[in-house]
């Protein structure tokens, strides 16, 4: 089952529709060990596409070792899909390299529905889990709070008190 | 002195836990191959059958991308850093996203081509 924070989850909703109909990508960090996502990291999709996201590889590097100095690895890994279910591709599965992370996907196809799933993606086999949303427990200057449903005109998605 | 290089969680059950290991080669394939020597299996993890970097890796020398450097024919020296991480990539839809993969490859390649004359 994968636990995580409502803040986290309205950003990676927010972050999702900003980018749409492009797929939107990032990382939520915790603690090694911990299996607590508490960190939220947008990233840019590379490749820019509505059926295709990729990590930059530079920025990948950066934040993968900023993970390793804060002892943090990477809890959950999400993107979205802009037109189809939140459930894996082939094309998820093949590249689906880290074992230990949650997959999470979220759905933009329909701007009033919030939809997301978990995935556990290890050696080609996929496995659906529970997503429990907690509503407090991750301090809330760590992750910014977005107002979800509604048509802000200045919000910042970006996380950059990080 | 050698080689420095991190593995990933993915591949550490071919180095037995380890986290960081040594190596030596005077270019990554070399030091894939020495590696593979004592870490048997682990180049077939990150070079395909046809003998190029597997696309669903990423290789860092540095702070560099060896798919600009070369690729496997990336130049190495003594106290080297060398960073694996498996690419994160995906996307709704499997044809589509194989064509880019495929796109993708070919550009690199040519880049790469252009970058070790």
Known sequence: MLSIDRSIVDAIVA???RDHPDEACGVVA????????TRHIPMDNAARSMTFYEFDSMEQLRVWREMDDRDEEPVVIYHSHTA????PSRTDISFAGEPGAHYLLVSTRDSDTEEIRSFR?????????PVRILDAGVDPHAVQSYMFGQSPATVDYECSGR | ????????????????????????????????????????GLKARLVTEAGALHRFVNVY????????????????NDGDSVT????????????AAAAAIAQHGAATAARSAVAAR
């Open chain 1, 30 to 37: 915790g603690p090694a060990g911990s299996d607590t996502p």
């Open chain 1, 121 to 129: 993606i290890v050696d080609g086999v996929v496995t659906e889990e």
């Open chain 1, 84 to 87: 189809t279910e939140a459930y």
């Open chain 2, 1 to 40: 002195m050698a080689i420095e290089v991190r593995i990933p969680t993915i591949l550490r059950s071919y180095t037995g836990g380890a986290k960081v290991v040594e190596g030596t080669g005077d270019t990554l394939g070399d030091l894939l191959a020495d590696l593979d020597s004592r870490h048997a």
């Open chain 2, 84 to 95: 694996i991480l498996p690419a994160v990539a995906g996307g709704a839809f499997g044809f």
């Open chain 2, 61 to 76: 020398v540095n702070d560099e991308d060896v798919r600009f450097l070369g690729a496997l024919d990336a130049k190495l």
């Open chain 1, 15 to 17: 972050h999702a529709r």
